[in-house]
């Protein structure tokens, strides 16, 4: 039992997309998005911690190699609205959203070409 609870999952630190130019996507999810950035590894990326802890990274690979990330899910709290004000700042989102019986779901890409969602969940954030 010892051994498994050592062993055990506790959750995710950080969730990282690579970039191809770490300036570039730094600027646009501090300056675009609003994130406050946390720890800046120059040239090789960044990161943002939200209040809740959880961290989102971007990393640029030393050999410049990349491919497109998507799966996260930013938390907002009325996706209508955030929708609206993203886009005016010049955030690409996708025309369709999705209604699910546990949230709405809006699809973005961000300055690299990576995928992701801005996530309102129907209960609220406990």
């Not at 989102?93 to 999705?98: E, F, K, N, P, R």
């Not at 690299?112 to 209960?123: A, D, P, S």
Request: aromatic content about 12%; overall charge negative.
């Amino acid at each position: 039992m010892e051994t498994a609870e050592a062993v055990a999952v506790r959750g995710i630190d950080i969730s990282t997309y690579l970039v191809k130019d770490a300036a570039r996507a730094k600027a646009f999810y501090r300056d675009v998005m609003g994130f406050g950035l946390t720890q800046d590894y120059g040239d090789s990326g960044g990161e943002f911690t939200f209040a809740d802890g959880t961290t989102f990274g971007l990393w640029k690979m030393e050999d410049g190699s990349w491919s497109a990330c998507d799966g996260v899910m930013f938390a907002v709290d009325d996706l209508p609205k955030a929708i609206e004000y993203f886009r005016s700042r010049g955030v690409k989102i996708a025309d369709h959203t999705v209604d699910s019986p546990g949230c709405l779901m809006g699809f973005a890409e961000d300055s690299e070409g990576n995928g992701f969602v801005l996530h309102q969940r129907k209960g609220g954030r406990s």
